[in-house]
């Protein structure tokens, strides 16, 4: 919970006053690392995507062209903070590798295994968005590297994001 506050006062006599603010959790900014997972966010809520990333070897996230209609690109950060990066460390690719032997007198064998590998890289990058309107949009990233040739191995993640309209409460 993040807590701020401001006090002041002077001389005896005086009136004192003293304002606390809270910013509820569910307020706090939304954070997303699993492209599998859609992601629902409101008209006005920022959220953001995370995603491990080494900078230093000139690697980074760079966003597809969005739909500016539904969704507002807020800007994108590193960090380093350890909570972050066991939670970004914990996004994984699998990869599926099958092998077929063709054996002398008709027999085959085949064989499947699926291999996890975790992406273990030494910062996060955030990258923040905002719901502009209602409706359905997705968010494509990829991993280039500054002045690196284009590749087409280049890893790809895709978030599909639900805006849905801002409720209001009113009293009567």
């Known amino acids: ?52 990333a080494d900078p230093g070897s000139g690697w ?3 966003l597809a062209p969005i739909d500016n209609s539904r969704l507002i690109a807020l800007g994108s950060h590193f ?12 996004a994984t690719t699998t990869s599926t590798t099958t092998t077929t032997r063709v054996q002398a007198g008709n027999s085959t064998t085949s064989s499947t295994s699926a291999t996890t590998v975790p992406a273990v890289l030494p910062l996060v990058q955030i990258i923040s968005f905002a719901g502009r309107a209602a409706g359905p949009a997705t968010i494509s990233l990829s991993y280039n590297q500054i002045a690196g040739a284009p590749q087409a191995e280049n890893k790809v993640v895709t978030f599909t994001v639900q805006v849905v309209p801002a409720t209001t409460t009113t009293t009567s």
């Not at 809270?22 to 995370?50: N, Q, R, S």
Request: glycine letters at 8%.
């Open 60 to 62: 980074r996230w760079v």
């Open 79 to 90: 960090s380093d903070d350890p909570d972050l990066l066991l939670k970004a460390e914990s």
């Open 1 to 52: 919970m993040l807590l701020a506050g401001c006090s002041g006062g002077s001389s005896a006599g005086s009136d004192e006053s003293t304002t606390t603010s809270t910013v509820d959790p569910a307020e706090a900014t939304a954070t997303y690392v699993d492209p599998a997972a859609p992601i629902t966010t409101t008209v006005g809520k920022e959220f953001a995507i995370m995603l491990p």
